[in-house]
């Protein structure tokens, strides 16, 4: 074969493993390159949601600290005998994608339902367009609703940052001061406290140190952390104070994209959803419930653009808030 046949036969090569594995790529990434996902579009789907406040309104995340730590220092309500508390997390959650609520079995809808508050929040440091100061990433979202402070104090920018004792979060302090008898942190990632450089290590040794009743529990799976969560809140000594993530909306975007228009993105808040509202079910279960005076928040770490987040972008800033109080 002559040099130029070698040379015709190599382009050929050439042009098929492109188109080939164009095809390849782009069957990889049909679900993560929404080009509809534009901030105009973005304003109008949150919108439709009926938030009771705006984006430029929005909440710092900071502020679920301060109304969790005012539910337990309020006076009890005639006929209530005890205070408690659950923040269910829906992680990697945005806050567009609540107009796929399904009313049936939806912990958002039957909460609202009753008269609870729906929010949309920041996370970030700062609202948008302002440039974060800290990554829109899983640590430092649910480390600043724990702390009630932002990056500037807690040092967790980013994750796989280990967390000082101080400031302690609610878990310890609750616990510590006398609020709560015991307190429960349910998830399946194992970066909040199940590796080296996990967020709140030395605050869980800090709990074991001075025999806290806080509990730090880790899950293989969503499905197991909703099964661990029900049989905790199933006992007649709950903790007080319960902290659960459920993260399909997370791991689902991270794999096929967070999109108000990926069909499977939208599966896996209907499923965090649902998830949420067995646990609600559960706690008014409880034969004690009647006497207890709970205070229920469901709430999202950060949003997501493209296949991740952790950036500027709205679609990643904002977050929203249910909350009974």
């Keep these: 074969m002559n040099k130029k046949k070698i040379a015709v036969v190599i382009i050929a090569v050439v042009l098929v493993v492109s188109i080939v594995g164009g095809a390849i790529a782009w069957n990889s990434f049909k679900f993560i390159v929404d080009f509809k ?15 009771e406040n705006t984006i430029e309104t929005a909440m710092p995340q900071t502020d679920l600290y301060g109304i969790i730590n005012e539910h337990f220092n309020s006076a009890l309500p005639e006929g209530k005998t005890e205070k408690k508390a659950i923040v269910i997390g829906y992680d990697g959650c945005r806050a567009d994608i609540l107009n796929e609520i399904q009313s049936e079995n939806s912990a958002i809808a039957s909460l609202v339902a009753e008269g609870a508050s729906l929010k949309l929040a ?9 440039k974060n100061t800290q990554d829109t990433s899983t640590a430092p979202g649910w480390c ?19 967390k000082s004792v101080e400031p302690k979060t609610l878990l310890t302090t609750l616990v510590e001061d006398g609020k709560a008898e015991s307190s429960l942190f349910v998830t399946r990632w194992a970066g909040h406290f199940s590796r080296d450089e996990a967020t709140y290590v030395d605050e869980m040794k800090y709990c074991e140190d001075n025999n806290l009743a806080v509990t730090f529990n880790k899950c293989d799976n969503d499905e197991k952390s909703l099964e661990y969560t029900l049989d905790a809140v199933s006992k007649e000594n709950c903790q007080d104070f319960i902290f659960v993530i459920y993260e399909p909306t997370d791991s689902t975007g991270h794999d096929y994209g967070f999109s108000y228009n990926n069909p499977r993105y939208k599966e896996a808040f209907v499923r965090a959803d649902a998830y949420a509202l067995e646990t609600i079910n559960a706690i008014k279960g409880r034969a004690s419930y009647a006497q207890e005076d709970w205070l229920i928040i469901l709430t999202s770490d950060h949003g997501g653009f493209g296949s991740g987040h952790g950036n500027e972008s709205i679609q990643e800033r904002m977050t929203f808030v249910v909350s009974t109080k």
């Design 37 to 51: 996902d534009t901030e105009d579009v973005y304003r109008t789907n949150v919108e439709a949601v009926n938030y």
């Design 144 to 162: 600043s609703i724990l702390t009630g402070e932002w990056a500037d104090k807690t040092g967790i920018t980013a994750n796989d940052i280990v």
């Design 122 to 130: 920041y996370c970030g440091g700062v609202n948008y367009p302002e």
